[in-house]
């Protein structure tokens, strides 16, 4: 079943909160001269139109990306997001979101590698078209949950894994968290990124349970809450898990998630929530 499309979604509060983890970790793992893999296992299409019809008829990213892009307050650890961002809208004008392979595109250094793979028949092509003269860079039309066997350990000893399914399919959220275990044994010293949406928070909280159970050390919960939760209105709240986190995300998520809560949800609902939920 392949019938999610980010096109829909792409530069929502969500996307927002993804996106700056993102960032963040690929800054902080530049800080080493080394070069590193980039593993994107669900990239999506790579580039959405905010004009499309996709983007139009949600509206989504107007209570999103829309509402801090060119904000004159932006928190400096904003910075390497906002500027990926603008990046791809450079008249001044929202037409374009960057989705993580392209922030990852616009960060990531020569020396770097980047690994991509999406299945949708639609998005896979685009996402191809977006780095056919990008050197470093390999899309393939495969299972993303398969690459975590295939592609680790990267041969640069160094790597950053994003997972983002779409959870259309229940089994995602155990799939999570078998894939990253397939990861995590051969390859113990990556940052590995999982986004998750809060539907029903039952389901969030039995996956952590899972992967704790896994015995991974060192995850850090990140998470941003538009509304309560709730099982009557759909997806409430985003997160990110972080295995083996870069030391400062942790102080840097605290200070952000607070501004970007009071930027996305100006009425004060919902919350924020950043733990270490196992430690090193
Ligand atoms: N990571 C993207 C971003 O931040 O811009 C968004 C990805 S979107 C949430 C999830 C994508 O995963 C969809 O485009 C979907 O087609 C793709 N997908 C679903 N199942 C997959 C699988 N088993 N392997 C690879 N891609 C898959």
């Not at 990531?108 to 980047?114: A, C, G, T, V």
């Not at 399914?165 to 894939?179: F, H, M, N, S």
């Given at each position: 079943m392949l019938s999610y499309r980010?096109?829909?979604?792409?530069?929502?509060?969500?996307?927002?909160?993804?996106?700056?983890?993102?960032?963040?970790?690929?800054?902080?793992?530049?800080?080493?001269?080394?070069?590193?893999?980039?593993?994107?296992?669900?990239?999506?299409?790579?580039?959405?139109?905010?004009?499309?019809?996709?983007?139009?008829?949600?509206?989504?990213?107007?209570?999103?990306?829309?509402?801090?892009?060119?904000?004159?307050?932006?928190?400096?650890?904003?910075?390497?997001?906002?500027?990926?961002?603008?990046?791809?809208?450079?008249?001044?004008?929202?037409?374009?979101?960057?989705?993580?392979?392209?922030?990852?595109?616009?960060?990531?250094?020569?020396?770097?590698?980047?690994?991509?793979?999406?299945?949708?028949?639609?998005?896979?092509?685009?996402?191809?078209?977006?780095?056919?003269?990008?050197?470093?860079?390999?899309?393939?039309?495969?299972?993303?949950?398969?690459?975590?066997?295939?592609?680790?350990?990267?041969?640069?000893?160094?790597?950053?894994?994003?997972?983002?399914p779409p959870y259309e399919l229940k089994t995602d959220?155990?799939?999570?968290?078998?894939?990253?275990?397939?990861?995590?044994?051969?390859?113990?010293?990556?940052?590995?990124?999982?986004?998750?949406?809060?539907?029903?928070?039952?389901?969030?909280?039995?996956?952590?349970?899972?992967?704790?159970?896994?015995?991974?050390?060192?995850?850090?919960?990140?998470?941003?809450?538009?509304?309560?939760?709730?099982?009557?209105?759909?997806?409430?709240?985003?997160?990110?898990?972080?295995?083996?986190?870069?030391?400062?995300?942790?102080?840097?998520?605290?200070?952000?998630?607070?501004?970007?809560?009071?930027?996305?949800?100006?009425?004060?609902?919902?919350?924020?929530?950043?733990?270490?939920?196992?430690?090193?």
């Amino acid at each position: 079943m392949l019938s999610y499309r980010h096109s829909f979604h792409a530069g929502n509060h969500a996307d927002v909160l993804k996106h700056t983890v993102q960032s963040l970790i690929i800054t902080a793992l530049k800080e080493k001269e080394k070069p590193f893999l980039y593993l994107d296992t669900h990239a999506g299409a790579g580039r959405y139109q905010l004009s499309g019809e996709h983007a139009e008829r949600t509206g989504e990213y107007l209570e999103g990306i829309a509402k801090l892009w060119q904000r004159d307050d932006i928190p400096e650890a904003l910075t390497p997001y906002l500027n990926a961002v603008k990046a791809y809208n450079s008249n001044g004008t929202l037409r374009f979101y960057p989705g993580s392979p392209l922030i990852a595109r616009q960060l990531l250094r020569e020396q770097d590698s980047i690994h991509l793979t999406e299945l949708h028949p639609s998005d896979f092509p685009l996402l191809r078209g977006e780095f056919q003269r990008d050197t470093r860079a390999k899309v393939v039309r495969e299972d993303g949950y398969q690459q975590l066997k295939s592609q680790l350990p990267p041969a640069s000893r160094r790597g950053f894994i994003l997972i983002d399914p779409p959870y259309e399919l229940k089994t995602d959220y155990q799939a999570v968290v078998k894939g990253i275990q397939e990861g995590y044994k051969r390859f113990a010293t990556g940052v590995y990124a999982l986004w998750y949406p809060v539907v029903l928070r039952q389901q969030i909280k039995r996956m952590l349970k899972d992967l704790e159970a896994t015995g991974i050390r060192n995850i850090l919960q990140i998470e941003l809450a538009m509304l309560p939760d709730s099982d009557r209105y759909g997806m409430t709240a985003s997160g990110m898990i972080v295995i083996n986190p870069p030391w400062k995300l942790h102080a840097q998520m605290q200070t952000l998630l607070l501004w970007l809560h009071g930027v996305l949800a100006p009425n004060g609902t919902g919350h924020t929530l950043i733990e270490q939920v196992v430690p090193e």
